[in-house]
C-alpha cells in the first residue's frame, strides 16, 4: 500500500543519503550562505546563490532574492517583508517540509498541507522602552490544518516527527551562536 | 552636521513612536503572521499579508510571498531556497536595516552596507544519525563591510547597537517558545 503514496519525495534517496553520510560523516559539514545588500533607509536585498556540502561547492539551479523592509507605519516603505516575517517563512516551510517527507516514509498521502504562523512580539523591546522587554518573538503559535488518508493521531504524529527533526525550529527554540565581524571598505 | 546626513530612515518619526508607545503600551503589542501552503515534496509557499499592531490590523503595501525547497543533491526540485537560508535572509535583513537606522540617529552618511553570512550545519543532526548534532546550526559568521563617513571604531560600534536592539538576532541567539497545534480536514 505505502508504494502507492506519492507526496513527491523521494524518501530512497534520502534514506541512501543517510547511509553514505553515516560512513563520511565529514561530508555531513554543510555551509549555507546568504549576501545581503543594503538599498535604502530599512530597505534591503539579500542574495542566495551557492552553499558547501558533500565535500564540494553547490549552486542552487537559479539565484534567489528577497527584499526585506519595514512597514509604512514606521515611516518605512514596505518594499518587502519585515525580516521576523521572514524568519516565520523559515520556520513555516522547514516544518512543511518535513511533513512532506515524513508522510511519504510512514506512507501517508498527503493531499493539503497549510500552516498558519503568528508570532507575538512587544516592541517596547526594540523601540528601547523598556530593558526587560525582549526584542524578538515572546510565543509563536503554529496552526497545521492537513488534509491525508490517516487519522487525526497519526496526522499529529506525523508534524512531530517533523519539529523534532527541524532545523529550523531548533533555531528558533534553543540558543544559536552568532559572531559578527565588520571591516570599513571604501568603494 | 547630523542634520546633513540621509541614509533614508525617518529617525524623527521612530523617536515619536516610541514616546507614543511609551504612554500606550498595549499598542505596542504586535502579531506577525505568515500562511504557508504545501506544494510537492519539500516545495512550498509562503504568503505574507497582514499584520496587527497599535491596536488594529493593517496590510502590506502588496503581498509577498517565498517559495523555499530542498536542493537537487537531497532529490528535491530546488524550486527556492531552503529554510535554513531564509532564517539567513531575516537575520540579515534585521541586522542591516538596524544599522541604518543607527546610523541615522548618530549622524553617520552610509555609502554601502553589505553582510555576508554563514551558518554552518551537520547534517547528521537532521538526518537522525547522530543524536548528540543539533539540528540546527552549530554557529553563524556575520561580517559586515560597511562605507561610510566614520572610523572603524564607530562603524563597529554601529553595528554592535543594532545587535543590540535587533528581534532576529534575538530570536536566534536566544530560546524562543513554539506551540505547534494540529487539525485534520477534509478539502
Not at 4 to 20: I, M, P, T
Not at 103 to 109: E, K, L, S, T, V
Not at 135 to 146: A, H, L, P, R, S
Request: net charge negative.
Amino acid at each position: 500500500m505505502a508504494a502507492a503514496v506519492d507526496n513527491g519525495v523521494n524518501v530512497g534517496a534520502l534514506l541512501e543519503a543517510r547511509e553514505a553520510l553515516r560512513k563520511a560523516p565529514e561530508a555531513a559539514k554543510f555551509t549555507w550562505r546568504a549576501t545581503c545588500k543594503w538599498k535604502k533607509g530599512t530597505h534591503s536585498r539579500t542574495h542566495i546563490d551557492g552553499f558547501h556540502g558533500l565535500g564540494q561547492e553547490h549552486k542552487h539551479r537559479t539565484e534567489f532574492t528577497f527584499e526585506a523592509d519595514h512597514p509604512e507605519i514606521f515611516a518605512s516603505e514596505d518594499c518587502g517583508a519585515t525580516p521576523v516575517e521572514l524568519v516565520l517563512a523559515g520556520l513555516a516551510s522547514c516544518l512543511t517540509a518535513g511533513v512532506a517527507s515524513v508522510a511519504q516514509n510512514r506512507g501517508i498521502q498527503l493531499r493539503s498541507v497549510e500552516a498558519k504562523l503568528e508570532g507575538s512580539m512587544d516592541l517596547q523591546g526594540i523601540l528601547g522602552i523598556d530593558s526587560d522587554v525582549r526584542n524578538g518573538y515572546d510565543d509563536i503559535k503554529v496552526t497545521f490544518e492537513i488534509d491525508a488518508d490517516a487519522s487525526q493521531k497519526d496526522i499529529e504524529a506525523l508534524v512531530a516527527q517533523s519539529q523534532k527533526r527541524s532545523a529550523v525550529y531548533d533555531i528558533v527554540t534553543n540558543p544559536t551562536n552568532v559572531s559578527v565581524e565588520v571591516r570599513k571598505t571604501n568603494r
